[in-house]
């Protein structure tokens, strides 16, 4: 009879995973260099720079109305908001006051892209998790809004339709009835997506009590947007610094006490629902007027610095500029939410498995273009 | 009929096995009929690697999704890994960072593989083109690209109309004649 000795420790040793720049679930081409021993995860190590554009270094070359076009290639899922807070700074450093025409469209436009940037997380994190179908269902939806948008702005995705001082062009007299139906589907269709995927019993013990954020950690390391909410921090700067038209809409910040990958997840898929709420409220009543006010040829801001910040579908997206009194910004640098989000990466997935990295990046819903700049 | 069986001696060793048929009785129309089910079956069945740099990316997702559907032509198996691809959609903005892993992606390819340059910037460095120190302009100073699809990004429609004129391209070629496109390549100097 052979006996195993089972008092032997089994010897274990670390070692380096190279994940991506090139990898299906990276969203892009982040490279993780992961310091693994068997399946658990002791470090991760983000190494950036592969798409890294050097768009602010241009913006220092472009006039204002020039460097607007460039947001839309930051974070592209909402290229809108990008735009918004390009514009936003200009105006309030030039003293523009734009009229409440453009301030509803442009909330109507902020919510539109919010909801086709939810829908399109939604769909990857499916796949990533393994539910292929999740993919169908949120581009069927998406492509929706993709034909209002091209109605009005002329493009699917990099939109360009802000301007310093108001927006390219009028909205397509189609605009309002479409928008309606859109709304009036995806009330339907947000019911469908939790029975599909939010209460899979397989999907929540992939999330719940996986890359968990504590408040602290949270403010200490600069999260913001849905990742930030789902630990509970109240930071919608549409709530907090209300710009454009959200001081008039009635709308709830969804915060979810939880700081586990589902509840991040439950956050974006509440914020869908206030996304709706906020349109409906705004549009019948879009005010009739100018879509633009005259501004210079060539805009150039006094001397000084400015900031301005939007809530963007990723997290809080600030656009700060250093003026030097000529007609391109001495500096220009972007606050990205992606970047920030990033740096807990590490920390949140140190003891966890490979596959639930995975998760937890889902759950962070990185665009890497806006990390890279 | 005595002086054709002279000529077939001075052509044929007398240990040669098996018949030949001359060239111009039938042998050919087998190498062309081959080659045509050859063309076919590749052009129906092209595996795209899935390499999604920046905005690109997302319109070719749309373009595998429900509305425009790309499994209709065959190329519904995207794929992550190169070594299971035959067509590379390099879709996004290739930075000097990155043509390095580019390249090593092609390399890892089996033969035939085609790339196709989706958007501005695979083209030419798109709005990058100036002012932009990091941005390789232009995939084709990396790897030998076959079709290029203009737009920033391109339509749906105008990855599929590539992705077809690829397939014509693939069904014009001749086998036997077929050479590896890296060979002669002058990475764009």
């Not at chain 2, 958007?119 to 932009?132: K, L």
């Not at chain 2, 941005?135 to 429609?157: F, L, M, N, S």
């Amino acid at each position: 009879m052979t006996t195993t000795d089972t008092n032997t420790e089994l010897k274990t040793q670390e070692y380096l995973i190279n994940m991506g720049p090139q990898h299906p679930a990276a969203h892009g081409v982040l490279r993780l260099i992961l310091t693994v021993d068997g399946e658990i995860i002791h470090k991760v190590d983000p190494d950036l720079g592969y798409i890294h554009r050097s768009i602010e270094k241009m913006c220092e070359r472009d006039t204002y109305k020039q460097i607007v076009h460039l947001t839309d290639r930051l974070d592209y899922l909402s290229s809108h908001m990008n735009n918004e807070a390009v514009c936003l700074a200009v105006e309030n450093a030039m003293g523009i006051e734009v009229p409440e025409r453009v301030k509803y469209i442009r909330t109507i436009m902020d919510e539109l892209t919010r909801l086709a940037s939810h829908q399109l997380w939604w769909g990857v994190m499916g796949m990533d998790i393994g539910a292929l179908t999740t993919f169908m269902y949120a581009f069927r939806d998406r492509e929706m809004i993709n034909d209002i948008m091209e109605e009005t702005v002329g493009a699917r995705l990099t939109m360009n339709y802000n301007i310093p001082g108001g927006l390219m062009f009028d909205i397509h007299p189609n605009f309002q009835r479409r928008v309606k139906e859109f709304i009036k589907h995806f009330r339907k269709a947000l019911p469908e997506y939790n029975t599909l995927l939010s209460g899979n019993i397989i999907f929540k013990k992939r999330l719940q009590g996986i890359g968990y954020i504590s408040k602290e950690d949270a403010v200490a390391y600069g999260v913001s947007g849905p990742s930030a909410r789902g630990s509970g921090i109240s930071c919608d700067v549409r709530k907090i610094h209300p710009y454009s038209a959200y001081d008039k809409v009635e709308f709830n910040e969804v915060l979810i006490e939880g700081g586990d990958s589902y509840d991040r997840y439950m956050v974006r898929m509440k914020e869908m629902e206030e996304s709706m709420n906020i349109i409906e409220q705004l549009i019948d009543n879009i005010p009739e007027g100018d879509y633009q006010v005259k501004t210079p040829a060539l805009i150039k801001l006094p001397k000084g610095e400015y900031y301005q910040k939007v809530e963007s579908a990723r997290g809080e997206f600030g656009v700060f500029i250093i003026s030097d009194g000529k007609k391109s910004p001495y500096r220009l640098k972007f606050r990205s939410p992606g970047f920030s989000n990033l740096s807990i990466l590490d920390k949140i997935s140190r003891g966890h498995k490979i596959a639930d990295l995975v998760a937890i990046m889902s759950s962070l819903d990185f665009v890497i273009p806006d990390i890279d700049r | 009929m005595g002086v054709e069986k002279e000529v077939k001696k001075e052509v044929l060793k007398d240990d040669f096995p098996g018949q030949v048929i001359p060239a111009g009785n039938g042998g050919n129309i087998v190498v062309g009929v081959l080659d045509k089910i050859i063309n076919w079956g590749r052009s129906n069945s092209l595996w795209p690697l899935y390499f999604g740099t920046s905005c690109c990316a997302i319109e070719m997702m749309q373009t595998g999704a429900a509305r425009h559907d790309w499994s209709r032509f065959g190329f519904e198996v995207a794929r992550p890994t190169p070594r299971q691809a035959d067509v590379i959609v390099i879709a996004g903005t290739i930075t000097n960072k990155m043509a390095p892993a580019l390249r090593k992606l092609y390399d890892q390819m089996a033969e035939p593989k085609y790339v196709v340059a989706m958007g501005a910037c695979a083209i030419s460095g798109g709005p990058f083109y100036y002012n932009s120190y990091s941005v390789v302009r232009g995939a084709d100073h990396v790897i030998p690209v076959d079709v290029y699809v203009p737009g920033c990004p391109p339509r749906p429609e105008s990855l599929l109309d590539a992705m077809i004129k690829l397939q014509k391209k693939i069904r014009s070629t001749k086998n036997s004649e077929r050479v590896n496109p890296i060979e002669g390549f002058d990475e764009g100097k």
